[in-house]
């Protein structure tokens, strides 16, 4: 009963103080302060959520965060997009609706590199937009082409979404996570362009001209440096040449001689780059040390162990308490962005899972999939207020264009949920498990 109160109390106070429009950050430290004073003295309770506010920020890997928010920036303003998505439109430019699978191939090359979806949904809208208005497409098919194809990058490492997992899951393999979230990633993309290739033969969208050899050499070439980051980097990771954190430093010194080899960035740029980087850090560290109070007080309280006893007498099915937390995850995707979601209902699914006897890499490809999905999903998908900003359309054009791609990307994650060796395949083949 104290476990089941203290839940009450602590997610009570942090749903009130979300929906009255304070910032998860300040929402998390409240909550989980007022949870610990209904269980300890005023100074004991003080001095321990800011203890281990500090200790959750104290990790060596979650230096890569920064950095590679970092290189992300860099590559979105330093030129690298543009290159991709003429590598995409030459790949691609045969297939009817060229630039809608152009659009998908993109982002999921440049999201790859840059980790983020939304610096891929905005670097490839806004480049692809005006040609595809040109080419007569809808404004609004192309912008939900857009927003559903951005979170690919979210999967395909690297990707801080598999650090910041990898942190609060305890040291979950970040090598075996960047390789469980290739096939996820890829097969979301697929599932997209399918999805896509349907509507835009009914529409009759164009093919693009076809390109010669010399062309196309000529576009591999140019955009050859910018994908050689992901062998660089993730092969590094992966073969232990040198770890996360270090893998991102090389990608921030790597995109920045690459930008300036490009000469597509000035000194301004990088005052810019760096001053978004730095908010957009201090953003992302003070929910991780929000989150980690929270982490404790739900530990020292018991509601994990509660939440996943109530959930296993509830429920005697593995498929029927699976199906469950995909649809809590589902709903929280609606409201709550990626890594705020991923430090809150990790250590609260997490021991489901493995009572259901799923793999921690498995789970976390389950868990980001369905963040991934969210992202794009009113009322507060980031990427698509994004993806209509850069396509000057509103959401109420977009959403139902998106209602097709919403049932394709549930399906990837069922798929992805029940049939673990989609996400456990490709590490398992690495030696990269435990």
């Known amino acids: 009963m104290g476990a089941l109160t203290a839940a009450a109390i602590l997610f009570g106070a942090f749903f009130i103080l979300l929906f009255s ?25 003080t001095y321990i959520v800011g203890q281990q506010m500090n200790v959750g920020i104290e990790s060596f890997s979650l230096l890569a965060v920064p950095l590679f928010i970092f290189a992300g920036n860099i590559m979105n303003t330093g030129g690298i997009a543009r290159r991709l998505v003429d590598l995409a439109l030459v790949a691609v430019g045969r297939v009817p609706g060229a630039l809608a699978h152009t659009n998908v191939l993109a982002n999921t090359l440049f999201g790859s590199l840059s980790g983020s979806a939304v610096a891929s949904a905005a670097a490839v809208g806004s480049t692809l937009h005006d040609r595809q208005k040109e080419a007569g497409y809808d404004p609004a098919f192309g912008a939900a082409v857009n ?3 951005a979170p690919t990058g979210l999967l395909i490492p690297p990707t801080t979404a598999a650090i910041v997992y990898s942190t609060v899951a305890g040291g979950v393999s970040v090598s075996a996570l960047f390789m469980a979230g290739y096939v996820p990633g ?15 033969r009914r529409k009759g969208y164009p093919k693009l ?15 050859v440096p910018g994908l050689l980051l992901i062998v ?65 007080v739900m530990a020292y309280t018991g509601i994990p162990g509660a939440i996943t006893d109530t959930l296993l007498a509830v429920a005697d099915s593995k498929t ?14 609606t409201f709550m962005d990626i890594t705020p979601a991923i430090l809150i209902f990790t250590p609260i699914l997490l021991p489901i899972s493995e009572e259901l006897g799923m793999d921690p890499v498995h789970f976390g490809m389950v868990l980001i999939l369905a963040m991934c999905i969210g992202t ?28 097709p791609y919403f049932a394709g990307l549930i399906l990837v994650l069922l798929a992805v949920t029940f049939v673990p060796a989609l996400s456990l395949g490709l590490p398992g083949v690495m030696g990269l498990l435990e």
Request: glycine share 10%.
């Open 21 to 45: 429009g304070v910032p998860i950050s300040i929402s998390l430290g409240v909550a989980s302060f007022v949870t610990a004073l209904m269980f300890l003295p005023w100074d004991d309770a």
């Open 147 to 149: 927003v559903a194809s």
């Open 186 to 200: 890829i097969l979301m993309g697929l599932v997209i362009m399918a999805i896509a290739y349907v509507f835009t």
């Open 209 to 223: 001209g076809r390109v010669g050899m010399a062309e196309a050499a000529r576009v591999l070439l140019r955009a």
């Open 232 to 296: 660089v980097v993730v092969g590094g990771i992966v073969f232990g040449v040198f770890t996360a954190t270090e893998g991102a430093g090389i990608a921030v010194l790597y995109t920045m001689v690459l930008a300036l080899a490009y000469r597509s960035m000035s000194w301004r740029d990088v005052k810019d780059v760096v001053t978004r980087t730095v908010t957009a850090t201090g953003i992302v560290m003070f929910l991780i040390a929000a989150s980690a109070g929270m982490s404790w």
């Open 320 to 333: 029927v308490i699976l199906l469950l937390m995909l649809l809590v995850l589902l709903v929280v995707g």
């Open 376 to 403: 794009m999903t009113p009322p507060v998908g980031s990427v698509l207020f994004v993806g209509t900003g850069v396509s000057g359309v509103s959401i109420e054009q977009v959403v139902p264009k998106l209602l």
